[in-house]
């Protein structure tokens, strides 16, 4: 078997008879519990359950009643519920909580016949760029285990990387599902807000936070997204008239020539011109594919990570409030009192970078500084998606870098103003809400280079098809990292 194939590979493969589902699922279990040491993607591998999900789908092979997913391996981003397992958050406030219930994704994907191999790391409650922020330890990456995968999706990104899974989820609140792919060298996709369900997602700012697929092709996140988006009822962010489920279909053919803006103000930040050049080099391969290529302005981008980091935290401080070691959760060892139940819990149970953003979150929303920041903020934030629907008013997409550079060696950045910047070219989208596809685009100094084509409202569809018609072109998603076996 090849461990680097893709979802439609293995689905075929299971539906020729080439192998089993439960022979599939085996042989990828087998690769986690040999190889994952070194890169510390999964916090918890499901095997007994992935088994039993092996098996009935390969009854409904038999039955005749699959669908493309059925058989395929999947890892879950550790802050999706699922029933029976651990559901950490990559926190110790969460090391003991086990989820009574599918998040709405995980569900629809089981339904889907999808084999659900184990939860992956992450950046605490998904706070972080590199995926160093977990208490069960940094993801490493690999092309290069001295270095970060991204985050917070990073477990994901890695296990993908490494051939330990041919699918998985992540959630993007201000890129953590695009810029670990760029630094890992795969596909993952944020879809419009509103699109895939949050329902069963712990949430950390529920504005922006939006759960989507991680794969490595375009047709496999384009396979997943029809399964797993739709409205849902028990979200009430959820989009009523949302996906249109034809995303896979979409990718099959080749799209109509497009109208492709580059945004002047992501270009200018582009300052070393050799990573700049496999940007470029993504520009021209979409020119010789029939499509062409103008500038655009977002003329307020340089305002989007400070008005990010002022909403993402407001929102963080109330959601995590619910963190108080009373319901679920850390609990400290005998407080003395109530006050000190909540505060020895909460110091315990949190991490560095959580505290930080709560207590930035709380001060933004404090009296006396509310208006001054996180109302601004919001004005802000409006003015940004008014600049995205200006620019698509003139063009179908937008072709941007998804991070400022390649994956940086593990402690490298520990200022977290500078940690924050990593997210210069993905925060706009979140901010506004649009769609936006992180794909492979080159390489730089021997580490995967992403680029992100960025849509209108509910335009995954033709994103996904313009996307699938580069991959068509190149094969930067086929590169696997060198030293794995």
């Known amino acids: 078997m090849n461990p680097f194939a893709t979802v439609t590979e293995l689905a075929d493969g299971i539906r020729a008879g080439q192998f089993s589902s439960v022979e599939l699922t085996r042989y990828y279990l087998e690769r986690i519990e040999r190889l994952d040491a070194r890169f510390n993607s999964f916090i918890t591998v499901t095997a007994e359950r992935a088994l039993a999900q092996a098996a009935a789908a390969d009854a409904r092979y038999r039955a005749g009643t699959s669908t493309p997913l059925t058989g395929v391996p999947i890892a879950h981003k550790d802050i999706f519920c699922t029933n029976g397992v651990r559901t950490s958050c990559g926190s110790k406030m969460l090391d003991n909580f086990i989820a009574p219930y599918d998040a709405t994704a995980v569900a629809r994907l089981d339904a889907a016949g999808i084999v659900t191999l184990g939860k992956t790391n992450m950046d605490e409650f998904a706070m972080g760029s590199s995926c160093e922020t977990s208490f069960y330890g940094p993801v490493r990456n690999p092309w290069d285990p001295a270095r970060v995968p991204g985050g917070s999706s990073g477990g994901s990104a890695a296990a993908l990387a490494a051939g330990l899974t041919p699918a998985a989820t992540g959630t993007d609140t201000g890129g953590s599902i695009r810029q670990p792919a ?125 008005t990010y980091y002022v909403i993402a935290s407001a929102e963080a401080s109330t959601n995590l409030s619910r963190y108080d070691g009373v319901r679920y959760g850390h609990r400290c060892e005998a407080p003395v009192d109530l006050t000190d139940l909540y505060e020895r819990s909460r110091s315990e149970g949190f991490g560095r970078e959580v505290k930080r953003r709560i207590l930035t979150g709380t001060y933004a929303l404090s009296v006396g500084y509310f208006d001054a920041y996180y109302l601004k903020a919001q004005r802000v934030r409006r003015l940004i998606r008014d600049d995205f629907v200006a620019a698509f008013g003139s063009v179908d997409a937008l072709l941007a870098p998804t991070a400022p550079g390649v994956a940086f060696p593990i402690g490298q950045i520990s200022d977290p103003v500078e940690m924050y910047q990593q997210d210069v070219f993905t925060v706009p989208a979140s901010l506004a809400g649009v769609p936006a596809l992180a794909l492979p685009c080159g390489f730089h100094e021997g580490l995967p280079v992403g680029t992100q084509l960025i849509g209108p409202h509910l335009s995954e569809s033709q994103l996904l098809a313009l996307g699938a018609d580069y991959q068509r072109a190149t094969d930067w998603h086929r590169r696997t990292p060198p030293r794995v076996e």
């Open 182 to 306: 760029a630094f890992s060298g795969i596909c993952g996709l944020k879809p419009t807000y509103g699109s895939v369900s949050r329902y069963g997602m712990v949430a950390f700012a529920s504005s922006l936070d939006q759960g989507g697929p991680m794969a490595r092709s375009v047709a496999d996140i384009a396979l997943l997204l029809d399964a797993m988006a739709g409205f849902d009822a028990k979200d009430s962010t959820s989009a009523i008239n949302g996906h249109d489920g034809k995303a896979a279909a979409a990718t099959a053919a080749r799209p109509k020539p497009m109208k492709i803006g580059l945004p002047t103000e992501y270009l200018a930040m582009l300052t070393d011109p050799a990573f700049a050049r496999v940007f470029d080099e993504a520009r021209r391969v979409l020119e010789s594919l029939g499509h062409t290529l103008v500038e655009v302005s977002l003329p307020h981008t340089a305002a989007a990570v400070p």
